[in-house]
Every structure is written in C-alpha cells, then in structure tokens.
C-alpha cells in the first residue's frame, strides 16, 4: 500500500512489564497492542517489515493512515463536535447542598473563603421541596433520578433534620439519594444508610493516617482518620455503595502503597460495593489570591500521579485516577465507544448545583461564586439549559487550540483556570504534561485490566 503514514494523533504508551506498548490514537480512540519492536518502527515512521495482517489491523484502528495531515484535523475537529453534541443529551449530574457550613477544617479546602463571606444558611423543608421540584424538570421523563448531597458537609449533625426530610420527599418522587461526605459524622446518620435512604456514599480521604490527620482536621483539632474509616465499614454494612476519592499531594503520594496495605487488609478492595480513585490537590484561588503557597509547595501534578499509578499493577487495580481525563483514557485502552465528553469535568459533563439560597450553578467548584449562578429555582428563574450552555463552553474552549489530546485533556481544570487566572475560558492545561499524563493513566488501565482478567488455570 502506498502513501500511508503513522497517524498525527498516535502517542506511544509503554505498559506492563513484559515490553508491551500502546499505539493510541487520540482522535477516534482507538488502540493497538504492540510489542516493543514494531512500536519502535511506528514511532520512526517506519512501515517496512510489518507485517500484512497487523498493518491491515494498524489502518482499521487509524494507527496508520492514507489520510492527508489536514484532512485528519478536519476529521479531528467534527470528532469533537460530535462529542460536544452528544455531552449536552447526557442526563446531567444533580447535586443539592442542605448548607455551605462544614465542621473540619481541611487545610486545602477551595470553600474557605466562601464560608467566610457568606451568611450561613441551612435549607429549609419549603426550600428542599422547590428544589427537587426543579430536579424533577431537569430531569423530565428519564426513569434513572439520582440527586448527589453536596456541602459544605450535608451530612453534619445541624443538617440531620433536613436530610431525613429529603430522604423521605426523593423516596416518594423516585429520586434517588447519594452524598458527598467526610463521613466524620457518619455515625449520626446510620437510620437513614442504605438502598431505602442514602444508597451510596462519595468519601474523601488524604492518605493514610499520617498524612490525613494533618490535612483533614476535625473539630477541637481531633484526628479524623480512623472514624472515617470506621464509619466507612459502618455504610457498607448498611448495604451503602462506597466511592473514596484520594486527594493526593507529594505526602500522600509516597504514602500511597501504605494505604493500599489498610484498605487491603480491612477487605475494602475485595468488596464489589467498594472503590477508589485518586486525584491531585489544587491550589485554591483564595491562597492564589492572598499569595499563601504553604499549600502549593506540597501540590504534584497529575502527570506525576498518573505516572505512579501506571508503574504499579498493585496501585492500578486498587486505585483508579482522576475520573475526567481517567475514565476517557480507561474506554480507549479497554476498546470502549468514547465518552461522550469533551470539556474537562463540568465543562464536560452536565452538571446542576443547587444551593441553599437557591441559587443554581453549572460547577460544584464554583458553587458560591456568586458570578456563576445561573438564575435561582426559588424565583423560578433559573435558565433550563444552563447545564447545556455550559458544556458549549466547554466544547468551544477545547477547540480553541490544536492540541492532539483535546479530546482527554477537555483544555484542563475550569476551577484551576479561575483561580489563577479569574476566568473559566483561559485553558489551563500543559500539552507536555499531559502526554505524561496520557501514557501514565494508559499503562494503569491497561494494568487493572489484565490484573482483573481470569488466569489461565483459575
């Protein structure tokens, strides 16, 4: 065959420990397995001595190409508009928060500054009720409802009274009920845990003890670690689903093999009701804005944390990454359709906060800021589609570059480019870093996936 080159938008990710490689293609999302010989001659440029059959599967997955350099970007650019279209038809991502209050006192918290100026304000029944009537608009005909309680902390014990009304006004609506939580009040809320009541439970933890209990500080200074992880136990055995996000710095990403040995050895990694991601702390824009760079000196980018995830099967299997830009990156290595997402995270995908002042917002990050409300469901002036709007924003924003992985990237984190720059459009993403990131998050999904395949013999 003449006239065919190694695609434009090929990457070359090393895996496992037996030499195997990964062509990608960061346009259509393909991806073909290679040992390390023909991978080298890809990434040369080099056709000669493939073979017919795994030249024939290299064209099939866009590896390799007749097509010119310009007729890929054109390619590449309807492929992420249609991406774009299909993200603004995804039932969105609801999240109600009872209060913006919290009861720890996390070093890293982006709310900070938002408590600080804010009145505090804890939904009332009339409230709760306007706002799962604006759920159930937003949602219209779908029959999957699901509304997440977000913070602030929803699950304090100020809040207990308002929580066991929600639960029981979603039960009566079909909505159904999850909660982003430090879980250091866990205990309070065990009558209402569960498949009948808060069915699953978004957990954040800081690393083993040793690193959580100086960043996640609970009341009167107490360390937090081990009743979080008691009440962890508590949910499941109410039959609560569990998802623990790791928030990771360069403390805790040393420390992320002894957290994998306690959650190991408590049977959390062997329960299907149990999983764990990890993602990167970020530097808040209040710390940006009063020049504190206590927190920023101890930050590490995702390239980093992909790259240590992606070294480890033992990491990989235990821990997933960032969901935005991990679970795009898991689909193309596992042969998946890809997502229907372009923008990074709520760039990417729906999203409807709805606060206590009933004041609607597009980003959970940005919740509070009042610059970002999108009209107000108590005054019923809220826009329908500011959820869609948002994720046109989102899509434009990735497009405004030529970046090969905008597709995975989304143009980086809206909240990083707020808080550096007072502006969600200005991309905040570091192409170099990124393919770090890209092949680091590669190898980890392709290392979960083969750790979790049968064994011959088993």
Request: charged content about 25%; hydrophobic content about 35%; glycine content about 8%.
């Amino acid at each position: 065959m003449t006239g065919l080159r190694v695609s434009d938008f090929v990457m070359f990710a090393p895996v496992g420990d037996n030499g195997t490689v990964l062509a990608l293609n960061t346009c259509y999302g393909t991806a073909a397995e290679l040992s390390e010989e023909p991978a080298r001659q890809l990434a040369d440029g080099d056709l000669s001595n493939l073979s017919s059959a795994l030249l024939q599967d290299l064209i099939e997955r866009s590896v390799v190409t007749a097509r010119s350099p310009e007729d890929e970007q054109r390619a590449f650019s309807r492929e992420l508009l249609r991406r774009g279209r299909l993200a603004r038809d995804v039932p969105p991502r609801v999240y109600l928060m009872p209060s913006y209050d919290c009861n720890l006192k996390c070093v890293y918290c982006f709310q900070h500054g938002i408590r600080r100026t804010t009145p505090s304000v804890t939904m009332s029944e009339a409230v709760a009720r306007a706002a799962l009537d604006h759920v159930e608009a937003v949602f219209g005909g779908e029959s999957r409802r699901s509304v997440t309680l977000y913070g602030g902390e929803p699950l304090s014990p100020d809040n207990h009274a308002i929580i066991d009304f929600l639960c029981g006004s979603a039960r009566e609506r079909g909505i159904r009920l999850m909660a982003s939580t430090h879980a250091w009040n866990l205990d309070q809320y065990e009558d209402l845990l569960g498949p009948q009541g808060i069915e699953a439970l978004h957990v954040t933890v800081d690393g083993p003890a040793g690193t959580h209990d100086r960043l996640r500080i609970g009341p009167r200074g107490a360390r937090t670690f081990d009743t979080i992880m008691k009440h962890v136990r508590l949910a499941l055995a109410r039959g609560a689903r569990i998802r623990m996000r790791v928030n990771v710095n360069e403390n805790v990403l040393d420390q992320l093999e002894v957290l994998r040995e306690i959650l190991d050895a408590d049977g959390l990694l062997a329960d299907p009701r149990f999983s764990a991601y990890v993602a990167p702390m970020f530097d808040t824009k209040a710390h940006i804005d009063a020049g504190t760079t206590v927190l920023s000196k101890s930050l590490v980018g995702e390239a980093a944390l992909a790259t240590r995830l992606g070294s480890s099967t033992e990491l990989a299997a235990a821990f997933c990454g960032s969901p935005p830009i991990y679970d795009k990156i898991a689909a193309m290595v596992s042969g998946l359709e890809p997502l229907p997402s372009v923008g990074n995270c709520c760039y990417g995908t729906r999203t409807i906060v709805l606060d206590p002042r009933g004041d609607v917002y597009p980003c959970v990050f940005l919740a509070g800021e009042t610059a970002f409300a999108r009209g107000n469901y108590l005054r019923r002036t809220p826009d329908q589609d500011v959820s869609r709007a948002w994720v046109d924003e989102g899509t434009l924003r990735s497009r405004e570059g030529t970046c090969r992985f905008a597709l995975y990237c989304g143009a980086g984190s809206p909240y990083d480019s707020y808080s550096h720059c007072g502006s969600t459009l200005t991309p905040s993403c570091d192409c170099r870093d990124f393919e770090k990131t890209l092949a680091g998050y590669a190898a980890a999904a392709y290392r979960r996936r083969v750790a979790k395949e049968p064994q011959p013999g088993t």
